[in-house]
């Protein structure tokens, strides 16, 4: 993606004056297919931006993103909202429907979706990968923090997404849920060959990605990767041989 400038107005000083700030300002960022990449920074830094922007929640004021071969910018909003359906979402602030079961929320998005196969059974089947194939039927009310947070990344996986956005996915969780959710963040995304954008405010989840961008003011300042050629080949390959989902 060529980011040219992003801005957002926000509320200044008191009662009715806002003013308009940069969210993002001459960044150029370039992700292989299959890579999985941590967006670091601090809070204002621009990470949830350059996310909407990858996920067509949002447009650039100038210049292009460009995600599989789709530039969101020229994208009318009934082919944005097909488009996301092409993505996963895991964010620390995904909301799950209190009155469903962990096997019902996964597989719930599926239901609006002309689909090959059987939900309940994928939803089964990934409750199973993330280590929840007994809680299935458990109200979201009685399953902890950390489970919630891995329903949340069975569901962001249901249909095979191309794209996995994770918005600071373990804020919130304690250090052990963090690790988990983390690894199996990782471990399915990996083996399903998906491009994974991580944003975190935390240096220590960061460099749990092979390659961490970060950002300050709305620009980047580093970008530091440690793939080696083989790892993205296998990535790149897994990408290439995935099934494509029904849109």
């Given at each position: 993606?060529?980011?040219?400038?992003?801005?957002?107005?926000?509320?200044?000083?008191?009662?009715?004056?806002?003013?308009?700030?940069?969210?993002?300002?001459?960044?150029?960022?370039?992700v292989?297919?299959?890579?999985?990449?941590?967006?670091?920074?601090?809070?204002?830094?621009?990470?949830?931006?350059?996310?909407?922007?990858a996920?067509a929640?949002?447009?650039?004021?100038?210049?292009?993103?460009?995600?599989?071969?789709?530039?969101?910018?020229?994208?009318?909003?009934?082919?944005?909202?097909?488009?996301?359906?092409?993505?996963?979402?895991?964010?620390?602030?995904?909301?799950?429907?209190?009155?469903?079961?962990?096997?019902?929320?996964?597989?719930?998005?599926?239901?609006?979706?002309?689909?090959?196969?059987?939900?309940?059974?994928?939803?089964?089947?990934?409750?199973?990968?993330?280590?929840?194939?007994?809680?299935?039927?458990?109200?979201?009310?009685?399953?902890?923090?950390?489970?919630?947070?891995?329903?949340?990344?069975?569901?962001?996986?249901?249909?095979?997404?191309?794209?996995?956005i994770?918005?600071?996915?373990?804020?919130?969780?304690?250090?052990?849920?963090?690790?988990?959710?983390l690894?199996?963040?990782?471990?399915?995304?990996?083996?399903?060959?998906?491009?994974?954008?991580?944003?975190?405010?935390?240096?220590?989840?960061?460099?749990?990605?092979?390659?961490?961008?970060?950002?300050r003011?709305?620009?980047?300042?580093?970008?530091?990767s440690?793939?080696?050629?083989?790892?993205?080949?296998?990535?790149?390959?897994?990408?290439?041989?995935?099934?494509?989902?029904?849109?």
């Amino acid at each position: 993606m060529r980011l040219y400038r992003v801005t957002r107005r926000r509320p200044r000083g008191r009662g009715r004056h806002a003013g308009t700030v940069t969210a993002l300002d001459d960044v150029t960022l370039s992700v292989p297919a299959g890579q999985a990449v941590a967006l670091a920074g601090p809070s204002g830094s621009g990470k949830s931006t350059l996310l909407r922007l990858a996920s067509a929640q949002d447009r650039p004021d100038a210049g292009s993103v460009i995600v599989d071969g789709v530039r969101i910018e020229s994208l009318t909003s009934r082919q944005a909202t097909r488009f996301r359906r092409r993505i996963g979402v895991v964010s620390h602030d995904s909301r799950l429907m209190s009155a469903l079961t962990a096997a019902e929320n996964v597989m719930f998005p599926l239901l609006y979706q002309r689909v090959s196969f059987d939900p309940y059974e994928r939803a089964l089947r990934l409750l199973d990968a993330v280590g929840l194939a007994e809680r299935a039927s458990v109200e979201v009310p009685d399953l902890s923090g950390g489970e919630q947070q891995r329903v949340v990344l069975a569901r962001a996986l249901a249909n095979r997404p191309r794209l996995v956005i994770a918005d600071e996915p373990v804020a919130g969780l304690d250090q052990r849920a963090a690790t988990e959710v983390l690894d199996l963040l990782k471990r399915m995304t990996g083996t399903y060959g998906m491009t994974l954008l991580l944003s975190t405010t935390d240096d220590a989840v960061a460099a749990r990605c092979p390659r961490v961008v970060r950002l300050r003011d709305g620009a980047v300042v580093d970008d530091f990767s440690a793939d080696t050629g083989e790892a993205a080949r296998e990535a790149a390959r897994r990408w290439i041989e995935r099934s494509a989902p029904v849109l």
